[in-house]
Nanobody, 119 residues
Framework: QVQLVESGGGLVQDGGSLRLSCVAS????????MGWFRQAPGKQRELVAR???????TVAVSVKGRFTISRDNAKNTVHLQMNSLKPEDTADYYC?????????????WGQGTQVTVPS
């Protein structure tokens, strides 16, 4: 069982920056990867970025070059640094953790944090 607590969302102007944080607790040693998803009004949830337990990262094309995912193992925390924000980045952002035990994969989600970039 993994619990995820997100923070860092808010309102920022076009071109500005925000840093989202996600603190994991519980069975953290079972985590294969952690990532950030977002869901804009009227749209499907989409993967923004992911980082594996080995430190490999994946970033969606839509945010490549602007967003960076990183981790702080000492604090069991994953960050999403968002630069050059655009109105189309407006969405609810959710932290995700994938665990595996006995070949059983599970996904856990944070409560979500809202990012708003006015036009």
């Amino acid at each position: 069982q993994v619990q995820l607590v997100e923070s860092g969302g808010g309102l920022v102007q076009d071109g500005g920056s925000l840093r989202l944080s996600c603190v994991a607790s519980g069975s953290i040693f079972d985590i294969n990867s952690m990532g950030w998803f977002r869901q804009a009004p009227g749209k499907q949830r989409e993967l923004v970025a992911r980082i594996t337990s080995g430190g490999m990262t994946t970033v969606a094309v839509s945010v490549k070059g602007r967003f960076t995912i990183s981790r702080d193992n000492a604090k069991n925390t994953v960050h999403l640094q968002m630069n050059s924000l655009k109105p189309e980045d407006t969405a609810d952002y959710y932290c995700n953790a994938e665990t595996v035990a006995y070949n059983n994969y599970e996904n856990y989600w944070g409560q979500g944090t809202q990012v708003t970039v006015p036009s």
